[in-house]
């Protein structure tokens, strides 16, 4: 088409051969004649009514051109090849599980392109309608078993046991050597590779497979089915020196069911390495047998100071409003046992579920009855502590002297601290916050019978250095931090879940101040002093020592405590 003289009416020209040689490309598909006059459209100057009745006529004509056009251009040779490059690259995405459960060894891995969809969503542009681009119908699932699921089970299809779930699979396959559905959730049955499958990154235009290898050959365990097997491998430390026939342990008594349990099959336990003791020796720069850091002996950090194990594997998550349910039970479970303590009225503390590596309480004392206290437990996140002391001196001056003069006048001690609260489960997080509420309401007033006020007194607790240390507190800060995860309150369903709030999971502590009122008269420590003499020093001359007494007895005046309640280490 061209201009063929500057008097050449453009709407008499005609299309075709508009190709090298004089080819037609078939193009415009959609060709119709130039209305005479103006075209109508909605303008502000026409009526509300004729803008509706013009505009929807306009929208839903080009809808039409639009769906004639393409469906044209897919019927041409560039258009087949548009729909075969949109195939491929689908058949070059990853492979995730959610992609093709149902059918892993026919339906491309991002799922099948077809022009019906990008049809239907051009015709459906005019009213807002959206389609997947993927997919065989418009409408329809984008990918096989996931369409608009939107949970792990129905994506996956797996039970509240995890069968068909592929991370369960991985675990079944690599690690404990069980058979699994390998054609299921494309994992690997080579020994050096975790995943397989056709298609995605790895291939080349869509043909071939793609592995997913281990780090290193020596990241994947042995077992009998597996072609790097040795018998002599030990799955913990790799092959022991001298090979299966001699084996070596670090406590002699155990080197004869060592050797005769390692050359049957393969070692389940650790070899504790610290178990040798010195015996016979008096001196040695060797530690000597350490503590048992087994679970059987409950001397792991987790389960000695109930700390719990967000990690664990036998925890049951599969269902949002239960929680962590452990070990089959009927219910969930709290994983921090300290952060779950409950508040509780008591005159002495807990011996259940309150213990930590530092200890640290908080007593709110009643003051109708002192002897008892509202006991609150916070795990021993400290972030920072501080005792401070200080003196008030007031000066004089005499006339006729240059120098000042000091009286004492007082003292005052203020401790600051700064803790961390976090919810590991979802049976922490509501008695945390009723615990930080609670510990709030001990810088308000409390009230007798008769409606006077009084100031709440509490005890503090912290490790060794403070014991039930009687005290008031002055100002505390809730910050939470940027870094904090909220829970967002809603069960399975996506409708609220009454038995938690939209509260973040984790809470700092700040700005605690707290003035101790201490149980004996503050005052200089009043030690005893006696028993057998220690050289200190030389006085005015090499062969005049100066001899002191050692401290007998330590004064009452314990600013730091030194004590867990049942010793210390003044008297002791």
């Not at 069980?178 to 869509?206: C, M, V, W």
Request: charged residues 20%.
């Amino acid at each position: 088409m061209g201009l063929l003289t500057l008097t050449t009416n453009l709407k008499s020209l005609k299309y075709g051969s508009d190709r090298p040689g004089g080819g037609n490309s078939g193009q415009p598909f959609v060709q119709q004649e130039i209305p005479p006059g103006q075209i109508p459209f909605a303008s502000t100057s026409a009526g509300f009514l004729d803008n509706i009745v013009n505009g929807t006529e306009l929208i839903v004509s080009s809808a039409g051109r639009d769906v004639m056009r393409l469906g044209k251009f897919f019927t041409t040779t560039p258009g087949i090849l548009f729909i075969a490059k949109q195939n491929v690259l689908s058949q070059t995405n990853v492979r995730t599980q959610a992609n093709n459960a149902s059918l892993p060894r026919i339906v491309i891995n991002g799922g099948p392109y077809t022009p019906t969809n990008t049809l239907a969503q051009i015709a459906g542009s005019a009213i807002g309608s959206h389609f997947y681009k993927q997919g065989l119908t418009p409408g329809g699932s984008r990918l096989p078993k996931y369409g608009d699921n939107n949970t792990i089970i129905q994506v996956t299809g797996a039970d509240e046991g995890g069968i068909g779930n592929r991370l369960v699979s991985l675990y079944d396959s690599k690690i404990q050597n069980q058979l699994t559905d390998f054609k299921l959730n494309s994992i690997s049955r080579f020994s050096t590779e975790i995943l397989r499958y056709t298609g995605g990154p790895g291939s080349t235009l869509g043909i071939g497979s793609t592995a997913i290898d281990f780090a290193s050959s020596g990241k994947f365990r042995t077992g009998i089915n597996n072609p790097l097997y040795t018998e002599n491998r030990n799955q913990f430390y790799g092959i022991l020196p001298g090979g299966a026939d001699k084996v070596i342990v670090a406590d002699p008594a155990l080197a004869l069911e060592a050797q005769l349990t390692y050359q049957n099959k393969t070692v389940t336990g650790l070899v504790d390495f610290r178990a040798r003791l010195r015996d016979g020796i008096e001196n040695s720069n060797i530690l000597s047998k350490s503590p048992s850091y087994s679970n059987g002996d409950n001397q792991t950090i987790e389960t000695r100071v109930f700390l719990g194990d967000p990690g664990r594997r036998d925890k049951n998550i599969i269902s949002y409003t239960k929680g962590a349910i452990i070990n089959g039970a009927n219910k969930s479970v709290a994983l921090d046992k300290v952060n779950a303590k409950p508040l509780y009225r008591s005159e002495y503390v807990a011996n259940e579920d309150v213990n930590d590596l530092v200890k640290f309480r908080i007593e709110a004392i009643d003051n109708d009855a002192p002897n008892f206290g509202v006991f609150m437990h916070f795990r021993a996140l400290i972030d920072s502590f501080s005792d401070g002391y200080s003196a008030d001196w007031s000066s004089a001056q005499y006339v006729g002297r240059g120098e000042k003069f000091y009286n004492y006048n007082s003292f005052d001690r203020t401790i600051n601290m700064s803790w961390t609260v976090a919810a590991q489960s979802k049976d922490e997080l509501i008695p945390m916050y009723q615990k930080l509420n609670f510990l709030a309401s001990n810088l308000m007033p409390d009230y007798n019978g008769n409606g006077y006020m009084r100031g709440p007194l509490v005890r503090l607790t912290v490790g060794g250095y403070l014991y039930s240390q009687p005290g008031f507190i002055t100002a505390l800060t809730y910050d939470i931090p940027q870094e904090a995860t909220w829970e967002i309150g809603i069960n399975d369903n996506g409708q609220s879940d009454p038995s938690v709030k939209e509260l973040p999971h984790m809470i700092k502590v700040t700005g605690f101040t707290f003035t101790p009122i201490h149980t004996f008269v503050p005052r200089k420590q009043t030690n005893t002093y006696g028993g057998d003499g220690v050289s200190t020093g030389r006085r005015d001359g090499e062969n005049n020592p100066i001899y002191g007494d050692q401290v007998s007895i330590f004064g009452p005046e314990r600013f730091i405590a030194l004590s867990t309640g049942d010793n210390n280490n003044y008297d002791n």
